[in-house]
């Protein structure tokens, strides 16, 4: 990946090469974390694993399966359990006794 970068560092470079100099034409100001942002990113969870690519500085990682994953990634083995039977299904589907579309009368 490389090596970390400081993002105090890198405003600098940018302000200098804008041809602007730091404390004179712009100002950096630190002001902490916002509600929700993190110091660092995590690159690999706990259950992944790095597995070796083609190319040497390349890595792949692969996650160990839970078993609702497996169920998310084959959605068709589990789409009748939660399906009533026919009959019941076709009680639900058809209209209430006495339903019908009635004209509005003016």
């Known amino acids: 990946m490389g090596q970390p970068v400081k993002i105090v560092d890198l405003a600098r470079q940018m302000i200098e090469l804008s041809g602007l100099q730091v404390g004179d034409d712009i100002e950096i100001v630190f002001t902490g974390l916002k509600p929700g942002e993190k110091l ?4 690999q969870h706990r259950t992944e694993q790095h597995v070796a690519t083609e190319h040497p500085k390349i890595m ?20 009748g359990a939660a399906l009533p039977p026919p009959a019941q299904r076709d009680q639900m589907l058809s209209p209430a006794p006495g339903a019908g579309i009635r004209a509005l009368q003016d």
């Open 60 to 79: 792949r990682f692969v996650s160990q399966q839970t078993e609702s994953e497996e169920r998310t990634r084959e959605p068709g083995r589990t789409r």
């Open 40 to 43: 660092f990113e995590e690159l």
